[in-house]
């Protein structure tokens, strides 16, 4: 179940039932921590969709160009070295062979790729936000999702028979090493121009929503606790 629509119909049935109840600290519990945890519901909601007006949503989405520049520099300096190239051409009946970059993949070390995302949002408009919960140490459950989502991404890319026709057509020209590294990048990135931003917003989505929604909760407990010192203070 979704742990954010949870949080948020606990809080509000809270101070609702205290408003009815007519029991100021139930009502103050309730009340602060709806705000609590709807206000990080919005934050984490901006973090992929931009709302006109407010600057510094949509943070995901806007940096859509980054994000591909990063793939594309990934591939070229750890899989398409001179030394793997020379490597694999063609099978035995003359087809495209497909390249198994699988173990390669599996040894890419992805972290710096994690590390650009979190940075990206400490420096958004969110980043005060995400301090109160722990600044980027908050955002460490999610290193182990993306790594295996990009890593399962970059298997699929490079498996595709389209992809694997089109770098043997490249690598069997006469200036094979000369200018393949060029070629090469221009391939793949024809490839990441299919990927759209609404495509790669969906991956992290994905990824971050389950556990960024630990930030609406404690969202919630936080403002309830304001809330009862708040009322406790007015006894």
């Given at each position: 179940m979704n742990k954010s629509y949870i949080t948020n119909a606990i809080a509000l049935i809270t101070a609702v039932g205290g408003y009815f109840l007519e029991n100021e600290i139930i009502?103050?519990?309730?009340?602060?921590?709806?705000s609590g945890a709807i206000t990080n519901s919005i934050a984490i909601h901006m973090l992929f969709e931009k709302v006109p007006g407010l600057y510094g949503s949509g943070v995901i989405p806007a940096r859509f160009e980054e994000f591909k520049l990063g793939i594309r520099d990934l591939m070229m300096t750890q899989f398409f070295t001179d030394e793997n190239i020379d490597k694999f051409l063609s099978d035995s009946s003359g087809a495209a062979s497909h390249?198994?970059?699988?173990?390669i993949i599996e040894k890419i070390d992805l972290e710096p790729a994690f590390n650009s995302l979190v940075n990206t949002i400490e420096e958004s408009s969110f980043g005060s936000m995400l301090a109160m919960f722990g600044g980027s140490e908050a955002l460490i459950p999610l290193k182990e999702p993306f790594i295996i989502k990009m890593k399962t991404s970059f298997v699929e890319i490079t498996q595709s028979d389209n992809f694997n026709e089109l770098v043997k057509a490249e690598l069997e020209q006469p200036d094979v090493l000369g200018s393949v590294k060029e070629k090469v990048e221009s391939i793949i990135t024809k490839r990441l121009d299919e990927l759209t931003p609404q495509l790669v917003k969906q991956i992290i989505q994905d990824m971050i929503r389950k556990h960024l929604g630990w930030l609406v909760v404690w969202g919630g407990v936080f403002g309830g606790?304001?809330?009862?010192i708040s009322a406790l203070l007015q006894l």
């Open positions: 009502f103050s519990i309730g009340l602060f921590a709806v390249l198994n970059l699988v173990p606790l304001i809330g009862l």
